[in-house]
């Protein structure tokens, strides 16, 4: 699974190569369509004065996620400064360590520490603490795919049933825009960890299809929003214990009625561009809690479990407990960026887009 363009130069980066050539996707303003506003340039990395603490990462594979979008466009929380490489997710290959590294080695598998990495580049000379070492990933046996989007949605989808609220099996975990990678990833741990998950989809033409793939892969029961309380009565839902929110409006209304008393209902996206709505009987007489989830945040105010979040986090993925639904398109250099962008910026596509290097 790997590129061999990078494992053919493993042992030439490390005795003889003084420059390595590399590409990437720049933008130096911000602007609607990332197609019209990222650039490809080209940059020459010098080998022989590389910092003793640095590593040189080869980059295997970058997803496009939403949230890269909106940094491009200037509508997201975290914005990098101009100029600013894109991208925030990504599987690397360490192909040369400095004098002084003491985290990384040679041929291993690395990922973002942190998001506004900018990985959508061929390759890159960084301080070693800009990534984590997959030290129990085997670089022979990975999904390069599947790995490379760990950072962002199976991360999210794990620490929301892990941080926000105590569950106990059985426990019901409802969610809305379950179409979408993060709610799949949501469905298939919650059946991993013995929750029950009660899936919102929007009715529309592909609501069977995914309806579909949902209940394969463990939904408890999937819905249509605009559902009433009497079809979930009839459908024999019990009372909510976590709601996850990435909508808004009537949507999050709806999620909110569910939730038993001292439920939570948390708030991880926007996508409708409404107010949450949250009933006001359920604040006062069921003392339910409405609250927010930002990945980004949390990473920053828990340095400490970092290498416990990753390690645990990519073995549900080598395990296939965790799977994503992959648009798999090639980089091709750069020249295939644009045509990887239009992909994602699709309305309904067959999974998230991911870039092979």
């Not at 129990?136 to 926000?164: F, H, I, R, W």
């Not at 379950?178 to 899936?199: D, E, I, N, P, R």
Request: glycine share 8%; charged share 20%; proline share 6%.
């Amino acid at each position: 699974m790997l590129n061999s363009k990078f494992t053919g130069l493993l042992d030439e980066t490390k005795n003889v190569m003084k420059v390595f050539s590399a590409v990437y996707a720049e933008y130096v303003t911000r602007g609607d369509n990332p197609a019209n506003v990222l650039k490809i340039k080209e940059d020459t990395l010098d080998l022989g004065s590389m910092p003793g603490n640095s590593i040189l990462v080869g980059m295997l594979a970058a997803p496009i996620n939403p949230s890269d979008v909106n940094q491009i466009e200037g509508t997201y929380g975290l914005q990098p400064p101009l100029p600013a490489v894109a991208g925030n997710e990504c599987l690397g290959l360490v192909l040369r360590t400095g004098a002084n590294c003491t985290t990384h080695k040679q041929n291993s598998l690395v990922v973002p520490r942190k998001h506004g990495l900018g990985t959508w580049r061929s390759a890159v000379i960084c301080p070693e603490d800009d990534f984590y070492p997959l030290a129990s990933v085997k670089p022979s046996e990975v999904d390069v795919g599947q790995m490379s989007t760990l950072l962002v949605n199976p991360c999210t989808a794990y620490l929301m049933l892990k941080e926000l609220t105590p569950l106990k099996e059985g426990d019901v975990v409802s969610f809305n825009a379950a179409s979408s990678q993060v709610c799949l990833h949501l469905t298939q741990l919650c059946k991993h960890f013995g929750f029950k998950s009660l899936a919102v989809l929007r009715d529309g033409k592909d609501f069977e299809y995914h309806r579909e793939k949902l209940e394969k892969s463990g939904a408890t029961w999937v819905v249509k929003e605009g559902y009433t309380s009497a079809d979930i009565k009839a459908l024999g839902v019990p009372p909510v214990a976590l709601a996850l929110n990435s909508v808004g409006g009537k949507s999050s209304e709806g999620l909110a009625k569910l939730l038993r008393p001292e439920g939570v209902m948390a708030t991880y996206g926007g996508l409708g561009k409404e107010a949450v709505i949250v009933p006001t009987p359920k604040l006062l007489f069921h003392d339910i809690v409405s609250r927010g989830f930002w990945l980004t945040k949390w990473f920053k105010t828990h340095p400490d479990r970092v290498s416990e979040i990753y390690d645990t986090v990519s073995d549900l993925i080598v395990s296939g407990v965790i799977k994503a639904d992959l648009k798999l398109m090639d980089w091709n250099n750069g020249e295939g960026m644009e045509t990887a962008v239009t992909e994602a910026y699709k309305p309904t596509k067959p999974g998230k887009t991911v870039m092979i290097m």
